[in-house]
């Protein structure tokens, strides 16, 4: 009895207290909370209250009275049930206390005594408050990259090392791929190559995996065509490759437009001088880049639509047909700037007026009008024989060849201009010719008589002069005979001007025959003449080396002969003559002189020393019939250059030239 009477002792309300209060320690200011409730669900025990709660506010109390009926509901209803015998594990709840809203995990059980029944229940809230956060922001940034990957044309995923997609936007023409193996999380290889159940021989995401390194590479996919792929590596903090991030762009429009452009490249680089070819070339171009049934462009000529170029038309195609009720003919009536484009073509009126249409099954029509001057000439066109919708891309090529014919139309016209013009002046140059040429032939005339019924004048009267000298000079005194002297002086004069004129019009009149020319050897051989002729005479010859010129060696050998011959004469009279021949560049032209140290010149009758017989100097002072600076002239002009002098009386004078 002892021993019963002390276990209950040990069984008193104090020391049951006491040892609940010892296993809820641990627990207590935790995030987990403890609750009992009795059958009416009022709270009997609290362990960790909500924040915000004190367990004095909470005793006795019932969920309606302590939260907002929207968060008691919820919590009544979970209760109930496990009063009815429902275990609640883990239910989600939120409360509300002030403006705090917190989230808990609710796990609820029934409370019975020995005999069996239902005396309330007992349950346990985890605060998962923090957690919950986490999860809205994760999901926020989720959304939020979705939307971002989402913004992005191209086809955008993550994979891991199987080459499991974990996340893809599914763009860039993957949309192919169903919504059922996108939610698998599938291998890449068996959504974007269905069938295949292995990688790729040149996978790029495998590269980057094992490179460690950003890998871009350029494939063909059959669904889609031409793709730009790229693999991104994404690392750990050891430094392994975990993801990659892959990137993947359709660039087949991209490589159609550079097809395009090379092709387009390739038909302007094989243009050559025939504007028809090349129009024909442009028409061709057109066709094949919009891939038409044929192509066309019609011209107006003289009233007619004329196919000048064409491309894949039927052998019995007309080619020249009348304009009214052609479409041709009336996109070349509307705007420059419009492009026409014509679908179901047997409906349209064209069916009616334009035969080619029903015979040969043309379902639609695309044309532009092609100008110059400002005025429309014709009309660029393709034609299908279905129902053909063209693309922005393809109109605009359109538009750009039927610019490029206008400009091929600019040309020809330019062309027939030029031919016309060239005839016009062969006609002029043929006319101006036979003028020169009877010019030409009277001025041989002249020539022929002036050495022919000149000469003989003089001849006798030279020949008369010498008969009265020789035979009756001892009948004349001093005076007679000087007179007889002076007449026969005269006429050696004037024979001597008779040749000179001679010369000079025979000069005018020869031809040209350019080779290599050594001005330096020929200005020595020149000067050594002159020595031969007058070697009692002291003159130094400076000449440079090494002149060489294209010309005519034996115009070149007269003008040198004259300007070497002028210096020779004009420094007779200085002790110490000095004659020199050069070369210096003036301006980026070189220019040719002679130089001497004789008589010179005032300047201001340097216009007349190349005007055929002004002389400066009387003919007793000094020989000469005054021609022999305008032959230089002459000569110097032939070659396609230009001649003057330099001087100053009793200083020198020097002569430059250019040839060209």
Same mark, same amino acid.
């Given at each position: 009895?002892?021993?019963?009477?002390?276990?209950?002792?040990s069984f008193?309300?104090?020391t049951?207290?006491?040892?609940e209060?010892?296993?809820?320690?641990?627990?207590?200011d935790?995030?987990?909370?403890?609750?009992?409730?009795?059958?009416?669900?009022?709270?009997?025990?609290?362990?960790?209250?909500?924040?915000?709660?004190?367990?004095?506010?909470?005793?006795g109390?019932?969920?309606?009275e302590?939260?907002?009926?929207e968060?008691?509901a919820?919590?009544?209803?979970l209760?109930?049930?496990a009063?009815?015998g429902t275990?609640?594990?883990?239910?989600?709840?939120?409360?509300?206390?002030?403006?705090?809203?917190?989230?808990f995990e609710?796990?609820?059980?029934q409370?019975?005594?020995? #005999? /069996?029944? !239902?005396t309330?229940?007992?349950?346990?809230?985890v605060?998962?408050s923090?957690r +919950? &956060?986490v =999860?809205?922001? *994760?999901?926020?940034s989720?959304?939020?990259?979705?939307l971002?990957f989402?913004?992005?044309?191209?086809?955008?995923?993550v994979?891991?090392r199987?080459?499991?997609?974990?996340f893809?936007?599914w763009?860039?023409?993957?949309?192919?791929?169903?919504a059922?193996?996108?939610?698998?999380?599938?291998?890449?290889?068996?959504?974007?190559?269905?069938?295949r159940?292995?990688?790729?021989?040149?996978?790029?995401v495998?590269e980057?995996?094992?490179?460690?390194?950003?890998?871009?590479i350029e494939?063909v996919?059959?669904?889609?065509?031409?793709?730009?792929?790229?693999?991104?590596?994404v690392?750990d903090d #050891? /430094?392994? !490759?975990?993801?990659?991030?892959?990137?993947?762009?359709d660039i087949?429009?991209? +490589? &159609?437009? =550079?097809?395009? *452009?090379?092709?387009?490249n390739?038909?302007?680089?094989?243009?050559?001088?025939d504007?028809?070819?090349?129009?024909n070339?442009?028409?061709?171009l057109?066709?094949?880049?919009?891939?038409a049934?044929?192509?066309?462009?019609?011209?107006?000529?003289?009233?007619?639509?004329?196919?000048?170029?064409?491309?894949?038309?039927?052998p019995?195609?007309p080619?020249?047909?009348?304009?009214?009720?052609l479409?041709?003919?009336?996109?070349m009536k509307g705007?420059?700037?419009e492009?026409?484009?014509?679908?179901?073509l047997p409906?349209?009126?064209?069916?009616?007026?334009?035969?080619?249409v029903l015979r040969?099954?043309?379902?639609?029509?695309?044309?532009?009008?092609?100008?110059?001057?400002?005025?429309?000439?014709?009309?660029?066109?393709?034609?299908?024989?279905?129902?053909?919708n063209?693309?922005?891309d393809?109109?605009?090529l359109?538009?750009?060849?039927?610019?490029a014919?206008?400009?091929?139309?600019?040309?020809?016209?330019?062309?027939?201009?030029m031919r016309?013009?060239?005839a016009?002046?062969?006609?002029?140059v043929?006319?101006r010719?036979?003028?020169?040429?009877?010019a030409?032939?009277?001025?041989?005339?002249f020539?022929?008589?002036v050495?022919?019924d000149?000469?003989a004048?003089?001849?006798?009267?030279?020949?008369?002069?010498?008969?009265l000298i020789?035979?009756y000079?001892?009948?004349l005194?001093?005076?007679?005979?000087?007179?007889l002297?002076r007449?026969?002086?005269a006429?050696r004069?004037?024979e001597?001007?008779?040749?000179?004129i001679?010369?000079?019009?025979?000069?005018?009149?020869?031809?040209?025959?350019r080779?290599r020319?050594?001005?330096?050897r020929?200005?020595?051989?020149?000067?050594?003449?002159?020595r031969?002729?007058?070697p009692e005479?002291s003159?130094?010859?400076?000449?440079?080396?090494?002149?060489?010129?294209?010309?005519?060696k034996?115009l070149?050998?007269i003008?040198?002969?004259?300007?070497?011959g002028?210096?020779w004469?004009?420094?007779?009279?200085?002790?110490?003559?000095?004659?020199?021949?050069?070369c210096?560049?003036?301006?980026?032209?070189?220019?040719y002189?002679v130089?001497d140290?004789?008589?010179?010149?005032?300047?201001?009758?340097?216009?007349?020393?190349f005007?055929?017989?002004?002389?400066?100097?009387s003919g007793e002072?000094?020989?000469g019939?005054?021609?022999?600076?305008?032959?230089?002239?002459?000569?110097?002009?032939?070659?396609?250059?230009?001649?003057w002098?330099?001087?100053e009386?009793?200083?020198?004078a020097?002569?430059y030239?250019?040839?060209?």
């Amino acid at each position: 009895m002892t021993n019963n009477s002390t276990d209950k002792s040990s069984f008193r309300p104090d020391t049951r207290r006491d040892e609940e209060e010892n296993i809820l320690r641990p627990v207590r200011d935790s995030s987990l909370s403890i609750f009992f409730q009795n059958a009416d669900l009022r709270y009997t025990r609290f362990c960790n209250p909500l924040p915000g709660m004190k367990g004095e506010e909470i005793i006795g109390k019932t969920d309606e009275e302590l939260f907002s009926a929207e968060n008691a509901a919820k919590l009544t209803e979970l209760k109930k049930a496990a009063l009815a015998g429902t275990a609640i594990i883990k239910a989600e709840v939120s409360l509300t206390h002030g403006r705090e809203e917190s989230f808990f995990e609710l796990s609820v059980e029934q409370v019975r005594e020995k #005999s /069996g029944t !239902v005396t309330g229940i007992a349950g346990v809230m985890v605060d998962v408050s923090d957690r +919950k &956060r986490v =999860e809205a922001t *994760l999901s926020k940034s989720e959304e939020l990259l979705r939307l971002v990957f989402d913004a992005i044309p191209d086809l955008l995923s993550v994979q891991n090392r199987d080459l499991r997609i974990l996340f893809s936007n599914w763009h860039g023409g993957y949309e192919y791929v169903s919504a059922d193996l996108r939610d698998k999380h599938p291998f890449c290889y068996d959504a974007y190559y269905p069938g295949r159940g292995e990688p790729c021989e040149s996978c790029h995401v495998l590269e980057a995996f094992r490179t460690g390194k950003a890998v871009f590479i350029e494939k063909v996919n059959p669904r889609i065509g031409c793709v730009e792929a790229h693999a991104y590596p994404v690392f750990d903090d #050891s /430094g392994n !490759v975990v993801l990659v991030i892959e990137h993947i762009r359709d660039i087949t429009e991209r +490589k &159609r437009s =550079e097809e395009r *452009l090379a092709r387009i490249n390739e038909t302007f680089l094989g243009f050559g001088a025939d504007t028809d070819q090349n129009i024909n070339r442009l028409v061709a171009l057109c066709g094949e880049q919009l891939q038409a049934s044929c192509a066309l462009y019609n011209r107006l000529e003289n009233g007619w639509m004329k196919a000048v170029g064409h491309w894949h038309t039927p052998p019995d195609f007309p080619l020249l047909v009348k304009p009214d009720g052609l479409m041709c003919h009336d996109v070349m009536k509307g705007s420059s700037e419009e492009l026409w484009v014509l679908r179901d073509l047997p409906t349209t009126p064209y069916a009616e007026t334009n035969p080619n249409v029903l015979r040969y099954g043309l379902k639609t029509y695309i044309g532009k009008a092609v100008s110059f001057g400002g005025d429309n000439i014709g009309t660029l066109c393709v034609v299908y024989q279905e129902d053909y919708n063209p693309s922005e891309d393809e109109k605009q090529l359109l538009g750009i060849i039927a610019g490029a014919i206008g400009i091929e139309e600019k040309r020809k016209r330019a062309e027939d201009d030029m031919r016309l013009l060239n005839a016009e002046l062969e006609k002029r140059v043929a006319a101006r010719t036979a003028e020169l040429e009877l010019a030409n032939r009277e001025l041989e005339a002249f020539n022929y008589s002036v050495s022919h019924d000149l000469h003989a004048p003089l001849m006798i009267m030279e020949g008369f002069s010498r008969e009265l000298i020789s035979r009756y000079a001892h009948c004349l005194d001093d005076n007679g005979r000087y007179y007889l002297e002076r007449i026969q002086a005269a006429g050696r004069r004037m024979e001597g001007l008779i040749d000179a004129i001679l010369r000079l019009a025979t000069l005018s009149r020869s031809s040209m025959q350019r080779e290599r020319v050594d001005l330096s050897r020929m200005a020595l051989l020149v000067a050594a003449d002159l020595r031969q002729r007058e070697p009692e005479r002291s003159v130094e010859f400076n000449i440079a080396a090494d002149l060489f010129v294209e010309g005519d060696k034996r115009l070149l050998k007269i003008a040198l002969e004259n300007l070497f011959g002028n210096a020779w004469k004009y420094t007779a009279r200085k002790e110490s003559a000095l004659i020199e021949f050069g070369c210096r560049d003036q301006d980026g032209e070189l220019v040719y002189f002679v130089r001497d140290n004789g008589i010179g010149f005032a300047m201001q009758s340097a216009d007349s020393l190349f005007i055929p017989f002004q002389r400066l100097h009387s003919g007793e002072d000094f020989a000469g019939h005054g021609i022999g600076l305008a032959t230089v002239k002459r000569i110097i002009e032939c070659h396609g250059g230009r001649v003057w002098a330099e001087g100053e009386v009793d200083q020198g004078a020097t002569f430059y030239f250019t040839l060209r």
